[in-house]
Nanobody, 120 residues
Framework: QVQLVESGGGLVQAGDSLRLSCAAS????????MGWFRQAPGKEREEVAG??????????YYADSVKGRFTISRDNAKNTVYLQMNSLKPEDTAVYYC???????????WGQGTQVTVSS
């Protein structure tokens, strides 16, 4: 069982920045992916960013809505993934969830979520 603990959410104003962190208790999959999803009230959960890792290196993915503003990164030594969010907009308001799995289409473990609220 892998525990994922998110941190870094909060209330900010439009244009501000936040950095989310997600620490995994273990990383059992040699080839794996970690990602961030978000869910706003009344909306479906959407994938925000993902980063995969294999022996050949890593790849990143970003939703169109956050490209150029958000950056995902990971520290394998710390089993931690980060989401740097710049130029935040009110529409970024949501609960952000961290996920870990074999690939971006095979997430197995999920965090409890952290609230991000962006005021206009």
């Amino acid at each position: 069982q892998v525990q994922l603990v998110e941190s870094g959410g909060g209330l900010v104003q439009a244009g501000d920045s936040l950095r989310l962190s997600c620490a995994a208790s273990a990383r059992p999959f040699t080839t794996n992916a970690m990602g961030w999803f978000r869910q706003a009230p009344g909306k479906e959960r959407e994938e925000v960013a993902g980063i995969s890792w294999s022996w050949s290196g890593g790849n990143t993915y970003y939703a169109d809505s956050v490209k150029g503003r958000f950056t995902i990164s990971r520290d394998n030594a710390k089993n931690t993934v980060y989401l740097q969010m710049n130029s935040l907009k009110p529409e970024d308001t949501a609960v952000y969830y961290c996920a870990y799995g074999v690939t971006r289409t095979q997430y197995v473990y999920w965090g409890q979520g952290t609230q991000v609220t962006v005021s206009s």
